[in-house]
């Protein structure tokens, strides 16, 4: 099992930016894959990007060339950079980790705000 604490979310003007973290209650080093996922009021949760623990990453296309997913094993802790938001990119964000056999654990969400 693993605990999934996110920060660093916040109210930004459009063309800011933020940085999110996700810090892990035990080693994330042997966790195979860590990512964001995100849910503006209204739609489903939509993936926003991952990082395997083999240091391969995949983003949304909305994100790309925007947005930055790094994984600090020796801090148990996972970032995600934000630039060039837009208001579009407001939602709440979730951390997860995928565990083999165990499944998705998932932390309880911040919140941010673009404002145009």
């Known amino acids: 099992q693993v605990q999934l604490v996110e920060s660093g979310g916040g109210l930004v003007q459009a063309g800011g930016s933020l940085r999110l973290s996700c810090t892990a209650s035990?080693?994330?080093?042997?966790?195979?894959?860590m990512g964001w996922y995100r849910q503006a009021p209204g739609q489903q949760r939509e993936l926003v990007a991952v990082?395997?623990?083999?240091?391969?990453?995949n983003y949304a296309d909305s994100v790309k060339g925007r947005f930055t997913i790094s994984r600090d094993n020796a801090k148990n802790t996972l970032y995600l950079q934000m630039n060039s938001l837009k208001p579009e990119d407001t939602a709440v964000y979730y951390c997860?980790?995928?565990?083999?056999?165990?499944?998705?654990?998932w932390g309880q969400g911040t919140q941010v705000t673009v404002s145009s």
């Open positions: 997860y980790a995928h565990l083999v056999l165990q499944g998705n654990y």
């Open positions: 035990r080693s994330i080093f042997s966790i195979s894959a």
């Open positions: 990082a395997t623990g083999g240091s391969s990453t």
